[in-house]
T-cell receptor, first 111, second 114 residues
C-alpha cells in the first residue's frame, strides 16, 4: 500500500552541526516528493521538492537526496541553527495528486 | 504575498454545535485541500477540489463533515453536529493545477469540541 514513514521520530543536534532527516516511502510509482517544516502553531511550510528523475537537489542550506532503489529520501540541513528547530515531514504524491505525509521528525537544535 | 488564509485561528464550542471553518487559497491556485492533524493520526487529507469541483472526498470521516467551494477564492469545511473526537487542527492548502506542484498551507484552525 501507499505509506510514508520516518526512521527517527526525534533528532537533537548541536548548533552549527549538519542535520540529516530520513524518510522511507513504499510506493515505487511515486514520482514527486516534498519536504515540509512545521513550527509550533503554524502550518507546514514548503522547504524543497524533488522529482523522481533526479537524485539530488540543493536549496539554501538544504539538500534533498532521493534513492529510488531503496525508496529512501533524506533532508540535509547544513550549519543547523536554532531557527531550524521544528517538525519535518516528508510527503510523496499518490495517484490523483494527493500528498501522503510521513509521521514527522522533531528536530531540536541545542545552542 | 498573501498566503493561504484560514479563519478562525481557534474555535472552542460545545458538542452538538455546528462548526464552520473558512479558507481563502492563494490567488491563482486552482487546487484546494483540507487536512486534519492530530497527534495520533498525523496529517490526513479530508477532501480536495480542482477548479472548485470536489475531486476526492474519501478522507471525510463521516456525513457530519461537508465541504464546499462556491468560488475560486473561498472554501468552507463544516461539521454538524460536532463531537469531541473532532478536536484537531484543520489545515487548508492550495496549489496550482498540474502534476507535481507543491501545496502551500495556511496556519490552521485549532478546533476544540467540549
Amino acid at each position: 500500500g501507499e505509506s510514508v514513514g520516518l526512521h527517527l521520530p526525534t533528532l537533537s543536534v548541536q548548533e552549527g552541526d549538519n542535520s540529516i532527516i530520513n524518510c522511507a516511502y513504499s510506493n515505487s510509482a511515486s514520482d514527486y516528493f516534498i519536504w515540509y517544516k512545521q513550527e509550533s502553531g503554524k502550518g507546514p511550510q514548503f522547504i524543497i521538492d524533488i522529482r523522481s528523475n533526479m537524485d539530488k537537489r540543493q536549496g539554501q542550506r538544504v539538500t534533498v537526496l532521493l534513492n529510488k532503489t531503496v525508496k529512501h529520501l533524506s533532508l540535509q540541513i547544513a550549519a543547523t541553527q536554532p531557527g531550524d528547530s521544528a517538525v519535518y515531514f516528508c510527503a510523496e504524491t499518490a495517484p490523483g495528486g494527493k500528498l501522503i505525509f510521513g509521521q514527522g521528525t522533531e528536530l531540536s537544535v541545542k545552542p | 504575498d498573501a498566503g493561504v488564509i484560514q479563519s478562525p485561528r481557534h474555535e472552542v464550542t460545545e458538542m452538538g454545535q455546528e462548526v464552520t471553518l473558512r479558507c481563502k487559497p492563494i490567488s491563482g491556485h486552482n487546487s484546494l485541500f483540507w487536512y486534519r492533524q492530530t497527534m495520533m493520526r498525523g496529517l490526513e487529507l479530508l477532501i480536495y477540489f480542482n477548479n472548485n469541483v470536489p475531486i476526492d472526498d474519501s478522507g471525510m470521516p463521516e456525513d457530519r463533515f461537508s465541504a464546499k467551494m462556491p468560488n475560486a477564492s473561498f472554501s468552507t469545511l463544516k461539521i454538524q453536529p460536532s463531537e469531541p473526537r473532532d478536536s484537531a487542527v484543520y489545515f487548508c492548502a492550495s496549489s496550482t493545477t498540474g502534476t507535481n506542484q507543491p501545496q502551500h498551507f495556511g496556519d490552521g484552525t485549532r478546533l476544540s469540541i467540549l
